[in-house]
């Protein structure tokens, strides 16, 4: 995931290479290449990019991948909905149960949702 408020992902592996896009802090990646200090990563849409190694962490985050995600108070459909969560939403994973993820919001609040809604590790 990326461990700076905005991560450049570069056309190539190195700085010469234009940065395609950015992304925010904790924004979940896939490693699918090592060259170097520089690891080539998809998204949960499946675009390839490269970033620099050392802005990168291996903390644990999904992103909402489904248009509205329902955060709710634990793990089961039956719970109440505690927030609401929109596409490309990013979320500091704390733990997983069956088909559900726990997930805690930039804002602190924290919550379950399923799995199938989110992308990540």
Known sequence: ???VDELNLRNGPGNKYDARWTVIKGYPL???AVRGKWLQVSDFENDKAWVYRPMTSATPHHVVKAKVANLRRSPTTKSPV???LGYGDVLRT???RG???QVKLASGRSGWVSRKLV???
């Open 82 to 84: 505690v927030a609401k």
């Open 119 to 121: 992308w990540g590790f």
């Open 1 to 3: 995931s990326a461990a």
């Open 30 to 32: 896939k490693v699918v």
């Open 94 to 96: 704390l733990g997983r």
């Open 99 to 101: 088909d559900w993820v």
